[in-house]
């Protein structure tokens, strides 16, 4: 069996990291690997009706949620990508522990280190095999969600200089660590999944070998 792999993408709001995940989900379907498509904050039912709370909640405190995106990740990870990667599948997840170190680390300022020290507790210790950052200008990014979805959420409406400071932690994070990689999310979305192709390809020779011709 094949060890499984935490595939995850990232990127500032409406950067198009929704729609390089589905194209990848679809891609490993195509090539017959086995895989898991989920997503941040979500992915299993206590998840996914923490993320309605995050969302659109009324009068939360930053500390409240940095808590309940971290209480989310905690029954995803046992609950489903645990699982998964012990089964062999490629998990390919939107958004994961480093939307965690942008948004509420340096977004809302609450700190890298205490932000790592809490998400280790949250995940056991489990990080992504390749964080793939999705980048684009943040006012790209909010004229696509714009577009595809007039209504905002609670973290949407934070304001320009929260968001920039989102952009700025995703650049300088993935200038730091050795397993995230920022691929240019402004061509058109094929483009963009080629890109990440070649880059799986190059990370993972043994997971991703010939398949692809
Ligand atoms: N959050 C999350 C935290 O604060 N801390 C955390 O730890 C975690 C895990 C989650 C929110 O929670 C916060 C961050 C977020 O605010 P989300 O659903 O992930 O919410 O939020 P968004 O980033 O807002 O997701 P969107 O679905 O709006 O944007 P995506 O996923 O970046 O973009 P996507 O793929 O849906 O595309 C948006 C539009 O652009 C088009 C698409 O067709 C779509 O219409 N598009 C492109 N157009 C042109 N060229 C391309 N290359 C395109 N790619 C996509």
Not at 65 to 83: G, N, T, W
Not at 98 to 112: D, K
Not at 161 to 186: C, I, M, N
């Amino acid at each position: 069996m094949m060890p499984g792999r935490l595939i995850v993408f990232e990127g500032v709001e409406g950067s198009g990291k929704t729609t390089q995940a589905a194209m990848l989900a679809q891609w490993l379907g195509q090539v017959g690997i086995p895989h898991r498509l989920t997503r941040e904050p979500g992915g299993t039912d206590v998840a996914e009706q923490i993320r309605s709370v995050i969302l659109h909640g009324d009068d939360i405190t930053i500390e409240t949620e940095l808590l309940l995106v971290l209480a989310a990740r905690a029954a995803h990870v046992r609950e489903l990508i645990q699982p998964s990667l012990e089964a062999g599948q490629i998990v390919v997840c939107d958004r994961y522990e480093l939307s965690t170190l942008a948004y509420q680390g340096v977004g809302r300022e609450l700190g890298l280190e205490r932000v790592r020290v809490l998400n280790d507790f949250a995940t056991g210790g489990l990080h992504p095999d390749l964080t793939i950052v999705v980048d684009v200008p943040t006012a790209v990014g909010e004229a696509r969600r714009a577009r595809s979805r007039p209504s905002s959420d609670r973290i949407e409406r934070a304001g320009d200089a929260f968001h920039h400071r989102v952009a700025e932690a995703y650049r300088l994070l993935a200038s730091q660590e050795e397993a995230v990689e920022l691929v240019d999310g402004t061509p058109a979305p094929a483009f963009v999944h080629e890109a990440v192709i070649r880059l799986l390809r190059a990370r993972f020779s043994e997971t991703f070998p010939s398949i692809t011709g």
